[in-house]
């Protein structure tokens, strides 16, 4: 979980993260590098038990709230997979830009790749009650409105906020608490 004070402490227990971008770097301002997270998510899904209660793609970091048996390392292979198949798509389109970019704000600890995509660490929030839960997804839902981008949560695409209110989102929610 890199540095960071907050840890995952009670498994198989839902959880508030932040993934945030090297620098606060504009890279999911293109489909292709947002469906790359929506997919990676959806196979954790399918494949490894992740529940995803919420979620929110902004140009720059995703809020989400996830819980599985084994969270801690279910983020880590997500954040570790979705770094190498966002940078090779970058690669492969030639955003140099961005990736000197990565270059340039590596950690000097990190010396296992040319690139550093995510910040360390993903705040960890443990989700103690249904309140507490519904009161965050109301946060990641109305990011995009704090920010000035939509005036209302259901108009952002990178968001749960339809699967919440009876439309079909763009992967599946978890919306049971407590199950």
């Known amino acids: 979980m890199g540095r960071s004070r907050y840890k ?11 993934f945030t971008v090297l620098n606060w770097l504009a890279v ?3 489909p292709e590098t947002v469906q790359i997270l929506l997919d990676a998510l959806v196979w954790r899904q399918r494949n490894k038990g992740v529940k995803v209660y919420g979620y929110v793609v902004l140009e720059n970091h995703m ?17 570790a997979f979705t770094a190498k198949e966002i940078l ?11 990736l000197k970019m990565f270059v340039l704000f590596k950690k000097a600890h990190k010396s296992d790749s040319h690139y550093q995509f995510w910040q360390e660490g993903s705040h960890p929030q443990l989700m103690q009650n249904e309140e507490m839960l519904r009161n965050t997804l109301d946060y990641i839902h109305f990011n995009p409105v ?15 906020a339809q699967n919440y209110h009876g439309k079909e989102g763009l992967m ?5 608490w407590g199950s």
């Open 88 to 98: 090779r798509w970058l690669e492969e389109h030639r955003v140099e830009q961005l």
């Open 172 to 176: 599946p929610i978890y919306t049971e």
């Open 8 to 18: 995952i402490t009670e498994e198989n227990t839902p959880y508030f993260l932040t």
């Open 28 to 30: 999911f301002t293109r």
């Open 146 to 160: 704090k920010r000035g981008y939509v005036d209302d949560p259901l108009h952002w695409r990178y968001s749960s």
């Open 63 to 79: 809020h989400c709230i996830l819980q599985a048996p084994d969270l801690q390392k279910q983020v880590h292979d997500f954040k």
